[in-house]
């Protein structure tokens, strides 16, 4: 079999990485995402970090054409994949999906009850932004102004939808005209419209 440009290319890269919080239709982009032809989709995974360039080496391999690499992976701020990326692809496009915060945090909430068969308090009585919001110990307005963002003391809940400490360091490092932020709830509303728009942005031709 006739081997590809891409995967015989040394200079092999991730080319598009969606970056989203949990409980904002991630799953489902990235399996719509993965039936186009053009696009090779995999789940970047905290194990892969310090091995990228083997990590797409090995996904190199297996493309049966000109692929661009799209990978997928739940931002949070605890872990250093902005400037490894970087490093890895400075030219790197970005797929932000975000939801309203709110809800995108009761259903992180809902997630974790039926995930953990947790016995879970009633909504009203879980979420209190004076004093405590999903258990956190610290009055959050308070914490807030201060601008004591302690992320190794927030709960999930609460951290993954802090979207400004979970890409910031991204914004920092990347153009902005190498990101494409969608709303949810439009992509919902509208999924083949932004479907095209997303594909063009990867620079895979649209489907019919």
Same mark, same amino acid.
Request: charged share 25%; with cysteine; net charge positive.
């Given at each position: ?14 080319? !598009?990485? %969606? ?13 719509? !995402?993965?039936? #186009? ?8 995974? *905290? ?5 990228? $360039?083997? &990590?797409?080496?090995?996904?190199? /391999?297996? =493309? ?16 250093? =994949?902005?400037?490894? =990326?970087?490093? #890895? ?5 970005? @797929? !932000?999906?975000?939801?309203?915060? &709110? $809800? ?19 909504? #009203?009585? *879980?979420?209190?932004?004076? /004093? ?7 009055? @959050?307005?308070?914490? @807030? %102004?201060?601008?004591?963002?302690? +992320?190794? /003391?927030?709960?999930?809940?609460? &951290?993954?939808? +802090? ?13 902005? *005209? %190498? ?13 083949? /419209? ?15």
């Amino acid at each position: 079999m006739k081997m590809s440009v891409r995967n015989m290319s040394a200079d092999l890269k991730i080319d !598009v990485c %969606q970056l989203s919080p949990m409980k904002c239709g991630t799953t489902w982009l990235s399996s719509m !995402v993965a039936q #186009h032809p053009e696009l090779c989709a995999f789940n970047l995974n *905290s194990e892969n970090f310090d091995v990228l $360039d083997k &990590l797409v080496e090995k996904i190199g /391999k297996e =493309l049966t054409g000109n692929q661009l690499l799209y990978a997928r992976r739940n931002i949070n701020p605890r872990h250093e =994949l902005a400037s490894r =990326l970087y490093k #890895h692809n400075d030219e790197m496009k970005f @797929i !932000v999906l975000l939801r309203n915060p &709110l $809800d995108r945090l009761i259903s992180h909430w809902i997630h974790h009850v039926i995930k953990m068969n947790a016995i879970a308090k009633p909504l #009203h009585a *879980s979420i209190d932004v004076q /004093k405590s919001l999903f258990e956190i110990r610290y009055d @959050i307005n308070e914490y @807030i %102004q201060a601008k004591r963002f302690d +992320l190794r /003391k927030m709960p999930p809940f609460l &951290l993954k939808s +802090l979207y400004y400490q979970n890409l910031d360091e991204y914004f920092k490092l990347f153009s902005p *005209s %190498q990101f494409l932020v969608i709303p949810a709830e439009s992509l919902f509303i509208q999924p083949l /419209k932004y479907l095209r728009l997303i594909f063009d942005f990867c620079g895979a031709p649209e489907l019919e």
